[in-house]
């Protein structure tokens, strides 16, 4: 335990997970992976937040002790991999850490490490929380309508690399069995790629979604798929997410079926085709609370909704595993290389990651001084220049003077 090459492990406490929940000691080591491009920036201002929110609310009882874990592009300077295998042990080991974005390229190169590590370390859940904080600029009339978990099947789905390139000879032979064993038409060159539904990941995500929605005093659940013209991948995790619920939650849940929308107090599970609830968030975002749906509908909505309530600038995400307890919190946004090293982008969306990661291991006083602080800070017109362009009367300040704004109103 601990004997790695590169990762330092400070003097601190592990933390525990029991049943799949953290029991957390007074100075819990915790995993951070800085991320590339504005990584720095936002992880440096992210971390002042944390450690002074932690003084204010605990004095000197309490105390993260930070282990900077490598992946990325610091990860190939420091060890020659951009995802060193002690990370994945290290993540595996003191269960919970956040990062920052990394740099991912497209249509070759290496595969996104982002999805690798979910893979790797099967983190099946993403939960991706989206409501409205005050003074914040949107798109819309009425932001602070929307409230909304997205629960995101984080492993399956086309996101679980079985891809083929267009003219490669395994390409050609998958192509030659769908057409002799299935009779299948498919073009000359295409490229090929597999979309795995179980129903086993479909339930654990779901079970996930339905415990939060009880332990939160959520309202509904929404299944969200495309299951009318991918029936037997969407429209299973539909017929698999229905068959959960009666399984193990009819004594809390009822299927719109079966009340009509009248749920009398229990949590009520209905179903929306992506494209549909894609117009209703915006039409009547009121009617939607927990939200579970697989891989790539996931990340669209996800994002979606963030711009909704003032974009990904300020919008968290948690990769969780709901039964070996092991998460990673992250900044839901890309690296934006043209301003990296500018102290200049916003740091909320890690902020309130963060945010996300201190109600999971139970230290709530800080996750609510932080989101108070956060939601005084942007009230009182103090942000970044994202919001500042989008706000009448705002004060631009850099990233780092935003965390220092959002520090100095932690609340009394
Ligand atoms: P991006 O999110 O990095 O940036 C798009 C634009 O959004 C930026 O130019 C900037 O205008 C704005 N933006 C992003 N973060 C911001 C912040 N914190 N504050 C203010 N404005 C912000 O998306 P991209 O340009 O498509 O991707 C760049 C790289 O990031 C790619 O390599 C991509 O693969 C990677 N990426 C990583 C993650 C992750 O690590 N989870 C997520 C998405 C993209």
Redesign the pocket.
């Known amino acids: 335990m601990g004997d790695y090459k590169h990762i330092k492990v400070p003097a601190g406490e592990q933390i525990r997970i029991v049943n799949g929940l953290p029991e957390t000691p007074a100075h819990p080591i915790l995993g951070y992976i800085e991320?590339?491009?504005?990584g720095p920036d936002?992880w440096k201002a992210a971390q002042h937040i944390f450690d002074e929110a932690v003084e204010h609310c605990y004095g000197n009882t309490r105390k993260v002790a930070w282990m900077e874990i490598y992946a990325g592009e610091k990860g190939n300077a420091v060890t020659g991999s951009y995802l060193p295998d002690e990370t994945l042990t290290a993540i595996e080991e003191y269960q919970i850490a956040i990062?920052?974005?990394?740099?991912?390229?497209?249509g070759g190169g290496f595969r996104?490490?982002?999805v690798t590590l979910r893979q790797k370390l099967d983190l099946f859940a993403c939960v991706r929380p989206v409501r409205h904080f005050d003074g914040v600029p949107s798109p819309v009339l009425k932001p602070e309508d929307v409230d909304m978990v997205i629960f995101r099947e984080n492993t399956e789905d086309v996101y679980s690399g079985m891809e083929l390139a267009s003219g490669g000879a395994k390409a050609e032979k998958l192509k030659h069995f769908c057409e002799t064993e299935f009779g299948w038409k498919i073009n000359d060159l295409s490229g090929l790629g597999l979309k795995p539904i179980s129903p086993s990941c479909t339930r654990r995500l779901v079970r996930a979604a339905m415990k939060y929605a009880i332990k939160n005093h959520r309202k509904s659940v929404t299944i969200v798929h495309k299951g009318n013209i991918m029936k037997y991948t969407e429209g299973a995790f539909m017929k698999w997410a229905y068959e959960l619920v009666k399984e193990e939650f009819g004594d809390v849940a009822i299927s719109w079926d079966e009340c009509k929308g009248k749920a009398g107090g229990k949590i009520l599970v209905k179903d929306s085709i992506a494209d549909i609830f894609l117009q209703q968030v915006l039409t009547r975002p009121r009617e939607f609370d927990v939200v579970a749906t697989m891989n790539l509908n996931g990340d669209y909505i996800s994002d979606a909704l963030a711009a909704q309530v003032g974009?990904?600038?300020i919008a968290p995400g948690a990769n969780i595993n709901y039964e070996t307890g092991v998460s990673v919190f992250?900044?839901?946004?890309?690296?934006?290389?043209?301003?990296a090293g500018l102290d200049k982008?916003?740091?909320?969306?890690l902020v309130l990651s963060g945010v996300l990661m201190f109600e999971h291991i139970g230290w709530v006083e800080v996750a609510e001084a932080i989101t108070q602080a956060v939601t005084r800070t942007i009230g009182s017109k103090i942000v970044?220049?994202?919001f500042a362009r989008l706000m009448k009367d705002a004060k631009e300040v850099k990233c780092s003077e935003f965390a220092q704004a959002v520090v100095e109103h932690l609340p009394a």
């Open positions: 991320g590339d491009g504005i936002i990062k920052g974005p990394l740099t991912t390229p497209v996104s490490l982002n974009g990904i600038g992250e900044a839901t946004h890309g690296t934006a290389p043209k301003y982008v916003n740091p909320c969306s970044t220049y994202d």
